[in-house]
C-alpha cells in the first residue's frame, strides 16, 4: 500500500496547480516567544484543571494564540498535532470552492443561491450544506470522495494545509470523527485569510463573522462588546473547539487583531455530552478571557 503522502502526491497529479502558497508564512509559522508569559500562564490554567478532574488525564488539548499588530506568536501548545475538526474544517470546504470558483466561475458560481449555502454551513454549522459543497467539488473535480477537498487545499496551499486530513463527508446524526487538522494549520489559514492571501477572503470573512454561538467572545465577560469576531466552533461528543480571530477596539479607535485555538478533545465519547461540552466551552472562554487581559498590557484596550 502506498504511504499516504506518496498517494495524494499521485492522486495531485490530476489537478491543476493554480496560484500555489508555498512560501512560508513567516508570522503565522513562527514559535512562542521565548518572552511570552501568555503561553505559561495558560499552561498553569491547564494545569490547574487537571489537578481538580476539570480535565480528565486522557483528554488532550491544543492552544494558539498570534498577534497581528507585533507579527508574534505568542502560544503554540500542542499545535502541531492533528486533532479531530469537527466542524472547524467547514471554512476550508468553503475555501476549496472558492479557488475553483477563481479558476472556473462558471462551473462554480457564486449567487444568492450558493451565498445562502454557505452560510447555512458556516453560521449554522449545517452539516446537510457541508456535505453538498464536498459531493459538488467531488463530482467536479476528483471523483476522490471527501479527500478532493482535501487535495484542493494541499495543491493550491500546502504551506498552510500541512496537517490537515479530509477523508470523511459528515455522517448521519453528525458524529464526525475522521477528519484531522491541527491548531497551527488554522493559524496559518486564518493569517492568510486575514491578510487576504485566499481567493474570496472578504466573503469568507463575512461568513465567518456572522453571528454565531461561539466560545471565544460569548460568555468571555471581559472581553468588551464591539469586538469583532470571525470564527468557527466544532463539536462532538468527543470535541469542543474554536478556532478565530478577534479584532479588539482600543480607546483610541484602533483595531488589535489575534487570533486564538481552543482544542479539547478526548478518547471516547462523553456521556453525558451536555454537560462536559459546556464545560469544556467554559474552559475555552476562560483563556479567551485570560489572552484578552494579556493583550491589555501592550494595547490600549477597554
Known sequence: MLARRTFLGALLAGIPMVGALTAPLTGAV?????????????????????????????????????????????VAINEDVPFQSASMIKPFIALAYFYKRREEPRRFPYGPRTR?????????????????????????????????????????????????????????????????????DYSRFLYALWNRHFPGSDELLRLMALENNDRLFRGARRIPYGTDVYDKTGTTAKLCGNMGILATKGRNGKRYPYTLIGIIERRERAVPFGPWVANRGDV??????????????????R
Request: proline letters at 3%.
Open 284 to 301: 475555552i472562554r476562560e483563556v479567551s478571557n485570560i489572552v484578552y487581559d494579556y493583550q491589555k498590557q501592550f494595547y490600549p484596550l
Open 116 to 184: 445562502r449555502r454557505m452560510e447555512r454551513m458556516i453560521r449554522d454549522s449545517n452539516n446537510k450544506e457541508t456535505n453538498h459543497f464536498i459531493d459538488l467539488l467531488d463530482a467536479k473535480c476528483g471523483r476522490y470522495g471527501p479527500r478532493t477537498v482535501e487535495m484542493i487545499l494541499k495543491n493550491r496551499a500546502p504551506g498552510v494545509f500541512q496537517q490537515t486530513s479530509i477523508v470523511e463527508r459528515v455522517p448521519r446524526g453528525g458524529r464526525s470523527y475522521r477528519n484531522k487538522a491541527s491548531a497551527h
Open 30 to 74: 513562527a514559535q512562542a516567544s521565548i518572552e511570552s508569559s501568555l503561553e505559561m500562564e495558560i499552561e498553569r490554567y491547564i494545569k490547574s484543571l487537571r489537578r481538580k478532574r476539570k480535565i480528565e488525564g486522557t483528554e488532550r488539548t491544543a492552544w494558539s494564540v498570534y498577534d497581528f499588530s507585533r507579527d508574534r506568536k505568542l
